[in-house]
Each structure stands twice: as structure tokens, then as C-alpha cells.
């Protein structure tokens, strides 16, 4: 079969492309339909003087998202999308789509949530799934080479391993079970048996926050290894991250391009990432510097709204006089306007309430998206953040020996305000000191008697961390919410489709 991806291979020649109508346009004698077959989009001409009657009839019927099986010589034409053009000879219509919901005008993103099956054919989506197949492989790959052993974690368990008050219950014979937080206590017990292991599975939040940052059901990995210490752990975190960014710059270009990413920011990801400890980045941001910096942002951002504004009145005076090309041209760098500035505006209202956030925040308190945000403002690459305070973190994570107050916990933060990707740690691997932590957490010692043995039969050092793959999907494709990173996003006020 022919593959639009691998359409240079029969210029000059014959081919018949299978798949659908992404956009129809007819003229006087001539109908141009650029064909989508889920490898790429391909435009292609049909003449009314060079087809028979038939296909005439059967082209012009046609409808966007129509299927359809399409004939004709293939040849270069770099003006086109995708660098080739179809002189069609031949034409089937395969299904006749009914009238499409989804057009090129714009819609509004609650329309496209519920549209979402559909959606995923639209081009950006179609880009942003590609990336997140790269992502996969690459994380596989990295693992893989490296002889860590896939193991799969259970969906279903009776013990929660992030805290309790986000958990899914559900009813299990009569019993409770809860949809799994993470994987990392069975991947601890897969670790002393296989050294180096990883978990790639769904994870389960009931997270009430409606944030852009946050799924109800979201992809985990979660590697996990014997004798790992906490720098050991963030080295193979940076080296992990370093590799996949790599790889989706090298295989996704084409649909960086579409989800218009900037790829050089993509390209300066290259290890080491800095590293600071917890303590140093709440001094960060109480300091003088970064009041100032918050200004400055503030200031650049108000001079960039007015250039924009005048570039904009300038294309509207321009657009009644312009020809129909010139016209898509202003409307689409119009929409880019616009939305660039939504987010100046944005930008402006929040850039008070950080300034507020960083001085205020004290010692002993999480960060939020805000934080997140500000501690990665001057790097291109990801942030790791280290030694967090005990307090906010779980009841396995092992403590400073040199400062009980302190987690060996790591958090890597993604530039450009994606946040927080990764979380994890060096483990707790004294029986006595975990039974204490389980007290203190309320976490009743029955359900955990499994992961105490773990203790009691060779306990070692041990360390790991769970990547989010759709915060990472997002991040690397540029989009701000994680509803398009995965293809039927779950999360507080969507099951549907
Ligand atoms: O920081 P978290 O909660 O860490 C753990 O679950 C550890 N057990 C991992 C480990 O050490 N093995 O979650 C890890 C990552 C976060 O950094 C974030 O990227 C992602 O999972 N994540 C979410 N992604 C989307 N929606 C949510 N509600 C998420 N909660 C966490
Ligand atoms: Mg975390």
C-alpha cells in the first residue's frame, strides 16, 4: 500500500492513496481535495478535461472527512503540503461523510472535548499523538538499553502508596479496592528481585483541582532500583529526559512544525540540568532578584502587547484591499495576535499574585504551579529540586541522616512553566524507622505487611522516580493543557467520549 509519508517514492508515477477527505475546494473545471491517510496530508487536482463524467460527478459530491480511494501521477511541487501534488485519473468514494461537525473555523474547546473522537483527526492533535508514540518508544528504548526489566504494576490494590485523599475507591466483592496511585511499592518489591526495573502504566488521581496540569487517570513511569542512591537517581532522571528530547527532536520535526513548537528551546536540552536544594529555591524566591525579575516580566510583556497591537491595526487596514491569499495570511497571523495576547493578559493579572506567592512562601511549604514556574524562568533546561521537607512528602521517602527534617525526595520541574515531571526519591529501607512512618501517616501496617518484608529479607539502599507522560507530552509538544496530550483525556468533569 502507498503511504502518503513515502509518496516521493512514486514521483513521476501512478499511485492510489487510501483515506479521507481533510479539505475540499472546488473551482470552475477543477477540484482540489487534500487527501489525509493518517501518514501526512497530500493535496490532489482533479481536472474535468483529463477524468471521465463519473469521476467529475463522484469528485464534486464529495464531502470533508468523505473516504475515499484516490488514483493518479504523482509529482514534486514544493508550494504544496508535504512537497508533492496528485493529478488524479481515478476516484472511488469509499463512505459519504455526513456533514462534518468540526470545520476550519474555530470552535470552542468544550465543543471540542465532546467531539473528541473526531478531533483527534484535526492536524495539531494528530501531531501532538505522534509525539506522545515517540515519547513511548524513546522511553522504552532508554530503558531497554540499559537492561532495566518492564514489569507491570497491579490497577487494583488495597493499600495507597501518594497519601489518601486522593483515591478512587471501588467496590471489590464486597471488599475495598482503590485504583492505583502509582506503581512504585510493587516496583520496589520487582527491584530486589530483578535489580533495575520500570513500570509504564495508568495511574489514578481523584484530583478535585482543575488545573491544566492535572488528569484523574494519567500514564506513570516509574523506574525503581537496588543499591541507587538519591544522585544516582537524579543522574539517570537527567539522562532519561536529555534522551527523549533528543529523540522527539529528531523524529518529530514535521510535527513540531505543525504544533508550531519552538524547537531551538528544545534543542539547548542537553545535561546536566542544575541542581538546588529545596531551601536554596525557597531563597530564590523570597529574594529581592526575584521581585525585580517579576517586574522586568511584567514591563517586557506590557511593551510586546503594544507592538502587537499596532501590527494588528496595521493588518486590518491592510485587509480590506488585500487579495484572497493575503487575506488567509492576515487572518491567521491575526489569530496568532490574538492569542499571543490572551496570554500577555494572563500573564499581566497573574505576575502581581506571584510576586505576592514567591516572597511569602516559608520553609516547610510545597511549592504550587506558580513557584514551579519561577524557579525555572532563567533555564532552558529542566530544574531538579532536592531535599524537600519531610513534611509534604510521602511516608517512604528516607530521610537527611544528617537533618531529620529533610527528604531525600527529587522533583525535576520542566522550563517554560510545564512544572513538575518527575517525582522521586531515595527509599526508606529500615523496617523499624518505616512502621514509624506508617504511624505517623495514619496508614494502617496490615495492608502494608508485603512492603514492610521487602525490610526484613535483604533491604539495601534503594532509590527511583515516576515520570508523568502527559505533563512530558505537553511540554515537549507546547501545548498548555494536558487534555491534549493523551487521546481521551479523564479528568474532574469528563468521562464522555
Ligand atoms: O510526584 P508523584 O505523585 O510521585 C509518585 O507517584 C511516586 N510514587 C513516583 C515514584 O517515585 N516512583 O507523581 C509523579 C509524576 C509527577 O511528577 C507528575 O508528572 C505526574 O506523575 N502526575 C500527574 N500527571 C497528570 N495528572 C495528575 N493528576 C498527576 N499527578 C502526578
Ligand atoms: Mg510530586
Known amino acids: 500500500m502507498v503511504y502518503i509519508d513515502n509518496i516521493s517514492e512514486y514521483e513521476g508515477r501512478e499511485a492510489t492513496l487510501k483515506g479521507w477527505v481533510y479539505n475540499i475546494r472546488t473551482s470552475k473545471k477543477l477540484v482540489f481535495i487534500i487527501v489525509r491517510d493518517g501518514t501526512g496530508l497530500c493535496q490532489t487536482i482533479v481536472a474535468q478535461d483529463d477524468v471521465s463524467d463519473a469521476v467529475w460527478q463522484e469528485a464534486t459530491a464529495l464531502q470533508q472527512e468523505s473516504a475515499l480511494e484516490i488514483t493518479g501521477r504523482v509529482t514534486a511541487d514544493e508550494r504544496s503540503i508535504g512537497g508533492y501534488e496528485m493529478h488524479v485519473t481515478a476516484l472511488r468514494t469509499v463512505s459519504q461523510a455526513e456533514e462534518y461537525p468540526i470545520t476550519p473555523k474555530e470552535h470552542g474547546i468544550e465543543f471540542l472535548m465532546e467531539h473528541r473522537h473526531l478531533w483527534l483527526r484535526s492536524r495539531k492533535q494528530w501531531a501532538a499523538m505522534r509525539v506522545r508514540n515517540t515519547i513511548i518508544y524513546a522511553i ?16 487494583f490494590t488495597g493499600n495507597a ?3 489518601t485523599t486522593n483515591l478512587f475507591e471501588t467496590d471489590y466483592f464486597d471488599r475495598k479496592a482503590y485504583l492505583t496511585q502509582s506503581g512504585q511499592l510493587y516496583g520496589e518489591a520487582m527491584a530486589m528481585a530483578h535489580g533495575k526495573i520500570y513500570t509504564f502504566g495508568p495511574t489514578f488521581r481523584a484530583e478535585k483541582s482543575k488545573t491544566r496540569r492535572h488528569l484523574t487517570e494519567f500514564w506513570m513511569i516509574e523506574p525503581e532500583m537496588a543499591y541507587y542512591d538519591l544522585p544516582m537517581n537524579m543522574d539517570l532522571a537527567e539522562e532519561m529526559i536529555a534522551f527523549i528530547v533528543a529523540e522527539v527532536v529528531e523524529r518529530n520535526r514535521p510535527e513540531l512544525e505543525v504544533l508550531e513548537r519552538d524547537v531551538a528551546a528544545l534543542e539547548q536540552v542537553k545535561a546536566p540540568f542544575p541542581r538546588i536544594s529545596y531551601t536554596e529555591a525557597v531563597q530564590r524566591l523570597n529574594s529581592p532578584e526575584m521581585q525585580e525579575k517579576l517586574d522586568q516580566m ?3 510583556r506590557v511593551e510586546e502587547a503594544s507592538a502587537l497591537k499596532a501590527e494588528r491595526e496595521s493588518l486590518d487596514a491592510e485587509f480590506g484591499q488585500a487579495k484572497k491569499g493575503r487575506k488567509f495570511q492576515i487572518d491567521r497571523r491575526r489569530g496568532e495576535i490574538n492569542a499571543r495576547l490572551d496570554q500577555i493578559e494572563e500573564d499581566l493579572r497573574n505576575i502581581p499574585v506571584w510576586k ?3 516572597l511569602e512562601k516559608k520553609w516547610g511549604e510545597d511549592f504550587g504551579g506558580s513557584d514551579e514556574t519561577l524557579l525555572t524562568m532563567d533555564e532552558h533546561t529542566p530544574v531538579l529540586v532536592h531535599g ?10 528516607k530521610r537527611d541522616p544528617e537533618n531529620e527534617k529533610i527528604a531525600l525526595g527529587v522533583d525535576m520541574l520542566a522550563p517554560e512553566g510545564y512544572g513538575e515531571i518527575i517525582g522521586g526519591g531515595q527509599r526508606e529501607e529500615d523496617l523499624e ?14 495492608q502494608f505487611r508485603w512492603y514492610l518484608d521487602l525490610r526484613k529479607y535483604g533491604s539495601v539502599p534503594h532509590s527511583g522516580f515516576g ?7 505537553s511540554w515537549l509538544c507546547g501545548l498548555k493543557h494536558v487534555r491534549e496530550t493523551i487521546p481521551f483525556p479523564r479528568m474532574m468533569g469528563r468521562l464522555y467520549p
Do not use: C
Request: hydrophobic letters at 40%; glycine letters at 6%.
Open 140 to 155: 522504552h528504548r532508554f530503558f531497554q538499553e540499559r537492561g532495566f526489566i518492564q514489569m507491570d504494576a497491579p490497577i
Open 161 to 163: 502508596a501518594e497519601g
Open 298 to 300: 511584567a514591563a517586557d
Open 356 to 358: 505576592k506567592s514567591a
Open 388 to 397: 524537600y521537607p519531610a513534611e509534604v512528602k510521602a511516608f517512604y521517602m
Open 433 to 446: 524507622t518505616l512502621r514509624q512512618r506508617l504511624r505517623e501517616h495514619d496508614l494502617p501496617e496490615e
Open 467 to 473: 515520570l508523568g507522560l502527559e505533563r512530558t507530552v
